[in-house]
């Protein structure tokens, strides 16, 4: 199985730079690299970078906010050109909710008017166009009904299967199965599941108990599962490590997930 680094993963602690990234993945010999964004940098010169020290740009994620609403052609080409000039075959748009008010069904109906127009602008570009499942009780994308929703609107969509917040809203892996012909990247992530709110920052999911970010493999998702039933179904593509605590240093924590999924 082939694991990448998700940038996300580094840059959301503050105290990593995007050479940071780049550097720990050789270090932990990863087999790729997933820009969250590019940071201010120039894409070209990110992936000159990962090009000296062989490291392949496997996917590109970005963010459609409130503020993109106005101009959204302008704000996903120039995400879009990134893509390009970053060298990634896909795209990743996290469907966060953008209205709060709404629940996940009317978040996605306007998920589905903002992918319509972003689907044409990524298949000029050549580049395959994903959302994932994302977390909370109003996201429009969580369980495999809701990504289907999705994509009966905008057929050429695709997923990138997060396991941990797929497992938020049903069983992950009757999930995955469900929609693996689609899935073309994919998350680790894992949680702390607790009935009622454990502290003053829970996230409420879909199923009704609150999450609280875990290491993988010191939480309740079941990676060792998600890997088995990968290889079953012969997926051949990369898996981000995605950690979102601060318990850890995250280079250390991507350190230990990595050595849990690869033993």
Not at 77 to 97: E, R, S
Not at 190 to 207: C, G, I, L, Q
Request: net charge negative; hydrophobic share 40%; with cysteine.
């Amino acid at each position: 199985m082939k694991f990448s680094m998700m940038t996300y993963t580094l840059m959301r602690q503050k105290t990593y730079t995007p050479a940071d990234c780049i550097r720990v993945a050789v270090e932990l010999g990863m087999d790729g690299i997933d820009w969250v964004t590019t940071y201010g940098e120039d894409p070209r010169e990110l992936k000159k970078r990962c090009d000296d020290v062989g490291l392949p740009v496997v996917a590109h994620t970005f963010f459609l906010r409130k503020a993109d609403m106005e101009n959204l052609e302008t704000a996903a080409a120039t995400h879009l050109d990134n893509a390009v000039a970053l060298g990634a075959p896909l795209v990743m748009i996290p469907p966060m909710p953008l209205d709060k008010e709404l629940d996940d069904k009317g978040n996605r109906k306007i998920w589905a008017g903002i992918l319509k127009k972003v689907a044409p602008l990524a298949k000029e570009r050549g580049l395959a166009l994903s959302v994932e499942n994302f977390p909370g009780k109003i996201s429009p994308v969580v369980t495999a009904d809701d990504f289907y929703e999705l994509k009966a609107e905008v057929p050429e969509l695709k997923l990138t299967f997060d396991n941990g917040n797929a497992d938020s809203g049903e069983d992950q892996i009757a999930s995955l199965r469900r929609c693996f012909k689609d899935v073309i990247h994919v998350h680790f992530k894992d949680w702390f599941r607790y009935p009622a709110p454990p502290n003053d920052k829970p996230k409420e999911m879909r199923d009704g108990r609150f999450y609280v970010p875990a290491l993988i493999g010191e939480g309740t998702v079941d990676s060792r599962a998600t890997l088995r039933e990968l290889e079953k179904l012969g997926y051949t593509g990369y898996i981000n490590i995605e950690y979102e605590g601060d318990d850890k240093p995250a280079d250390k924590a991507m350190q230990q997930a990595l050595g849990y999924l690869r033993s």
